[in-house]
């Protein structure tokens, strides 16, 4: 593979791997600390309950959701850099020639890690909404709302 791409260029995409595993790690950490500090909170509210704890739950899920968002919307920028910095060089027919009715994209500069300037945009909102965030963050978030209503009812 190396002799394919050169060594360079395999240098370049094994940085970008270790970017993307770092960011994936992260998100993974997030999740892991949301889930923890939610249920220490729910827990703290069901033996004293207060709004504000309800409150600072709410809005400390929130504001994992929205980290959590922003690392997974980075980590999906810098796999379509990846694979635009691991696409080859020029377009190849069928049997392995160089098309020239179809112009090859601009290659990635070695080393670049300009996601932002050559990887696909990522919308947030698209990601903050995406089903597995939803389903994690939203469900913690509904667990929070839950317990806020419990209060409601005990009053």
């Known amino acids: 593979m190396s002799a394919v791409l050169g060594d360079e260029r ?5 940085f970008l791997q270790h970017t993307i595993a770092r960011l994936g790690t992260n998100s993974f950490l997030i999740k892991g600390w949301s889930m923890t500090l939610s249920g220490a909170l729910v827990a703290v509210s069901s033996s004293r309950p207060t709004w504000t704890v309800v409150v600072a739950a709410l809005m400390m899920t929130t504001g994992f959701w929205l980290l959590d968002s922003f690392y997974l919307g980075q980590e999906r920028l810098f796999r379509s850099l990846y694979e ?10 069928s049997v392995g020639v160089p098309d020239p009715a179809t112009p090859a994209p601009a290659p990635v500069p070695l080393f670049t ?3 932002e300037r050559y990887g696909t945009p990522v919308a947030w909102r698209a990601v903050a909404l995406s089903r597995t965030m ?5 469900l913690l978030a509904l667990i929070d709302l839950l317990v806020a209503a419990s209060l409601v009812g005990d009053r």
Do not use: Q, Y
């Open 10 to 14: 395999v240098k370049h995409l094994e």
């Open 84 to 93: 635009r910095a691991s696409a080859p060089t020029e377009n190849l027919t």
């Open 134 to 138: 939803l389903l994690f963050h939203g």
């Open 113 to 115: 890690m300009d996601a």
